[in-house]
């Protein structure tokens, strides 16, 4: 069965605390995995696309890598205003569907 | 960029009446739609994938009577949830693929979400 798994579920940095979340997934075949960013109350914001193993992209302080089984966005320097909880999710190429599967996501927290 | 419109983003109704949420593709057209419903600190959950000019695919557990979706047209669908009851209240948020069919390389773009309560 096809699953994502986000870790940690939740994490407190200080401000200018590096840190990375980890997305790993057990998919029949990888066609491309996406990391949102959602605010309370909003809808998810779209950050990355990955498509094949060692792709990486970057924007701002972000930073996310992919490899064959698990994805990590890693966050350097952190502002407060990074503050959101940050979801991943996958399309197989299994499905015809196009529907994703999401992991539960990351809730950070970045603290002045 | 892509921009998908989602209205209302709050709604208050009274148990027993039916809610309309449009979702909106601005500059693109959406071939597929997607629509979600998300708990308190709990991912999206997938509730049904529309496609435009045929009927939706709903996820199993999702009763396809309450939930209607329409997806009439390649830039508009709509979830109304029918005899609305509290339990029935959560975040609902649409997405759209917004690239043509075939194409390699794509994104979802999603709405801004629909507070949806039942009183």
């Known amino acids: 069965e096809d699953q994502v798994t986000q870790s940690p579920e939740a994490l407190r940095l200080q401000e200018g605390e590096s840190s990375s979340l980890n997305c790993s997934y057990t998919?029949?075949?990888?066609?491309?995995l996406f990391w949102y960013r959602q605010d309370p109350g909003k809808g998810p914001e779209f950050l990355f696309t990955l498509y094949s193993a060692g792709e990486e992209k970057e924007k701002e302080r972000l930073k996310a890598t992919l490899t064959k089984k698990e994805s990590f966005l890693h966050i350097t320097a952190p502002k407060p205003e990074d503050s959101a909880t940050y979801l991943c999710?996958?399309?197989?190429?299994?499905?015809?569907?196009?529907?994703?599967?999401f992991g539960s996501g990351t809730r950070l927290l970045v603290r002045p | 960029g892509a921009v998908v419109s989602q209205h209302p983003s709050r709604v208050i109704c009274k148990s027993g009446t039916s809610v309309k949420i449009e979702c909106r593709s601005l500059d693109f057209q959406a071939t597929t739609m997607f629509w979600y419903r998300q708990f308190p600190k709990q991912s999206l959950m997938l509730m049904a994938t529309?496609?435009?000019?045929?009927?939706?695919?709903?996820e199993q557990g999702v009763e396809k009577d309450k939930f209607l979706i329409n997806h009439a047209s390649l830039t508009l669908s709509t979830l109304t949830v029918t005899s609305a009851h509290p339990e029935d209240s959560s975040f609902y948020i649409c997405?759209?693929?917004?690239?043509?069919?075939?194409?390699?390389?794509?994104?979802?773009?999603f709405g801004s979400g629909t507070r949806l309560t039942v009183v």
């Open positions: 529309s496609n435009e000019g045929s009927k939706a695919t709903y």
């Open positions: 999710a996958v399309r197989t190429t299994m499905d015809s569907s196009y529907k994703l599967i």
């Open positions: 998919v029949s075949g990888l066609r491309g």
């Open positions: 997405s759209a693929r917004d690239a043509p069919p075939g194409a390699a390389n794509y994104g979802y773009t």
